[in-house]
């Protein structure tokens, strides 16, 4: 029996590093995003949830049919932006945050429950959260309160599964800075958006942004190992 990873958000960033090391590692892969280039990917828009959560319910019911030696979802798509106070852009892009930043991570992790948790093999849940779920960052309203809401999720869930037969055991992962389009878009910013601008400027100056490939080797390791569900694992490089 092989080993299966889902991966959501795995085109580009710390989520392509992802892939290529579970490649390596002989997963199984189905990898979800808007542009995914690998032979494995799914066509999945967040932002667009009607559509989204029926890709999602085919996927994982032709995939809970077939016997795993063990099911690993990684929930690592994210948008950063709109970035700034909120009367800087309009509630079409709140919303769009809002939806491929909480909606439909869970969704996901709600569809997963339906479709996999009779499923006898150890089955994990990753969500790559960020320091903003928890920290105050002016500018980062949405971003933040989505990741701190998923966060919340998952400890609830993680309650929920302590007594089932077949636990499904949701863990967060904490990723640090990182070298990816997301820190590009951030540093793009004007100081009226995002005050502190400047300290992340300075950070990809001054080589601080870690490589996604080493942050994806710490959450296999992480994951591989005993997980102690609902709780936050520092996996940045
Ligand atoms: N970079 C950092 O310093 C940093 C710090 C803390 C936390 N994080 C977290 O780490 C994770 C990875 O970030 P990253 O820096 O690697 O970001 P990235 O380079 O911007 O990549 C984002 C990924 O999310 C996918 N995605 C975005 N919008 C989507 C949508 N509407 N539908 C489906 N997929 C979508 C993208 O795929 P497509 O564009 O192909 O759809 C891509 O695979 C995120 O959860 C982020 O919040 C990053």
Redesign the pocket.
């Known amino acids: 029996m092989k080993k299966l990873l889902l991966l959501v958000?795995?085109?580009?960033?710390?989520?392509e590093a992802l892939y290529s090391h579970y490649k390596n590692l002989d997963y199984d892969i189905v990898e979800?995003?808007?542009?995914?280039q690998q032979p494995e990917h799914v066509f999945?828009?967040?932002?667009r949830k009607e559509t989204a959560i029926d890709t999602i319910d085919l996927q994982f019911a032709q995939l809970a049919k077939q016997p795993w030696q063990e099911i690993v979802l990684i929930i690592?798509?994210?948008?950063i932006g709109p970035i700034g106070e909120l009367a800087m852009s309009e509630p079409k892009q709140w919303w769009q945050n809002i939806e491929?930043n909480l909606t439909l991570p869970i969704s996901i992790m709600g569809r997963f429950q339906t479709h996999f948790q009779a499923v006898e093999a150890p089955k994990n849940i990753a969500f790559?959260?960020?320091?903003a779920a928890t920290s105050v960052i002016e500018g980062w309203s949405l971003y933040s309160a989505t990741k701190a809401g998923v966060e919340h999720f998952i400890r609830v869930v993680a309650q929920e599964q302590s007594s089932k037969s077949n636990p499904i055991t949701p863990v967060i992962l904490n990723?640090?800075?990182?070298d990816?389009?997301?820190?590009a878009t951030i540093r793009s910013s004007s100081e009226a958006q995002f005050s502190n601008v400047d300290w992340f400027k300075q950070a990809h100056e001054t080589g601080q942004?870690a490589s996604?490939a080493t942050v994806a080797g710490n959450i296999a390791a992480v994951l591989s190992g005993k997980l102690e569900a609902g709780q936050v694992y520092d996996v940045s490089g």
């Open positions: 958000g795995g085109s580009a960033g710390l989520g979800f995003s808007r542009s995914g999945l828009d967040m932002s690592n798509a994210a948008q491929v790559v959260s960020s320091g990723p640090g800075i990182m990816t389009q997301m820190q942004l996604p």
